[in-house]
Every structure is written in structure tokens, then in C-alpha cells.
């Protein structure tokens, strides 16, 4: 009962938050521009919010809506307050809805500095070569919990990196809701003798 309270809980608020975006624009219109004596129902906003966004989508697909979309975007950047809330929550919806193949996260890793009881997430990004170090180490951003837009970004050696068997997008699910959506088969698994033996062959 809790799970499905829960579900009607948040569709009705995004319904009655969606339906109420337009319900002042529509009613003038319906009445004014259309000349209609209906009044505003309930789910007529929400209606109308479902097209807009199905034409926004048709306009942005073509040649033309890119290099709008484009320009919009590089004039959002520009204004202050705007581009620091408009390019992380871009950049969380590209992590979200893009397929593993697009992704620029190459794997997700967990992060054990020696002596520390704890594993950290985080996400490869690269491998770059420090001077005098004959092994590479690997660029690995670990974003905070449940925000993933912010964190740090760690440069490591391959014995404080531990495998994990979890896809990009399963890892960032863990971390957008705190742990609570996890798989069962969840595992970390160090692979230190991997990197310096390669001839070790993990169970």
C-alpha cells in the first residue's frame, strides 16, 4: 500500500503542477482568441503541456531546430545564475536518458584509500601518465549523493581502484536515491593484482 500511496502521491502533483502551468494562459484563449464559452476543465493543461513538448521535439529534430537550440543555448550559458542552474541539470538529464554506448563515462569504480574502512563511487573519465610513475592512473569523478551534479574529480593509482560489475547508469541510480535503488548482486572487486600481474585471472 505504501509504494502505490506513494506513486498516486507524486502523479497527482505533477498533474495539478503540470494541468496549473497553462491553465492561465488557456483560459483567456479559449475565450478571447477562440471565442469559446467552455470553461477550463481539469487535464486540459496537462494536455496542452504533453504537445508542447511533443513540438518542441519535432522543431529541435531538424536541421533548422538544432542550430536554433544551439544558439538558445550558447545565450543561456552566458547569463549569470542561469547557465549554473541550466548546464548541471542538462548534463544530469544527458546522464540519465543516454545509452551506455554515448555515455562519457567509461565505467563505474569504486575508490578505497589504504587504511580507510570505506568504498567510495565514482566514474572513470580517462587514464593519464604522471612523470616517474611507470603505471597510469585513471581520472575518476566521484559526484556527491543524491546531487550528482557537484563532486570531485580524483586522479588515482590502480591499487585504490575496485571494479565493480554495475553499468554507469545502474551506479548513478545508486547515488541519485541514496543507495535505496541498488541490484541484489551488487559487488566490488579489487583489482590491484590485475593491473600489476597480468597474468591474474579474478574468481
Avoid at 131 to 141: K, L, Q, Y
Avoid at 143 to 164: A, H, K, M, Q, R
Wanted: charged share 15%; aromatic share 8%.
Amino acid at each position: 500500500m505504501i509504494p502505490l500511496g506513494v506513486t498516486f502521491f507524486v502523479l497527482s502533483f505533477l498533474f495539478t503542477t503540470i494541468d496549473g502551468w497553462l491553465k492561465p494562459i488557456m483560459s483567456p484563449i479559449m475565450s478571447e482568441v477562440l471565442g469559446l464559452e467552455e470553461k477550463y476543465h481539469i487535464g486540459m493543461g496537462a494536455l496542452a503541456t504533453i504537445l508542447l513538448v511533443y513540438l518542441v521535439g519535432l522543431v529541435v529534430s531538424n536541421f533548422l531546430g538544432q542550430k536554433l537550440l544551439g544558439a538558445g543555448e550558447k545565450i543561456l550559458t552566458k547569463i549569470p545564475l542561469v547557465r549554473e542552474v541550466y548546464a548541471p541539470v542538462k548534463q544530469v538529464v544527458q546522464m540519465a536518458l543516454m545509452r551506455s554506448g554515448g555515455n562519457k563515462f567509461e565505467r563505474a569504480v569504486a575508490i578505497k584509500t589504504p587504511g580507510s574502512p570505506m568504498r567510495v563511487i565514482g566514474f572513470v573519465t580517462g587514464e593519464f601518465h604522471e612523470e616517474g610513475n611507470p603505471a597510469p592512473i585513471a581520472s575518476v569523478f566521484v559526484p556527491t549523493s543524491p546531487n550528482p551534479t557537484t563532486g570531485v574529480l580524483l586522479f588515482c593509482d590502480p591499487e585504490i581502484i575496485y571494479e565493480t560489475n554495475v553499468k554507469v547508469e545502474t551506479a548513478m541510480k545508486m547515488l541519485i536515491s541514496g543507495g535505496i535503488v541498488a541490484p541484489d548482486d551488487f559487488m566490488i572487486r579489487q583489482q590491484m593484482q590485475q593491473q600489476i600481474d597480468p597474468n591474474y585471472k579474478s574468481e
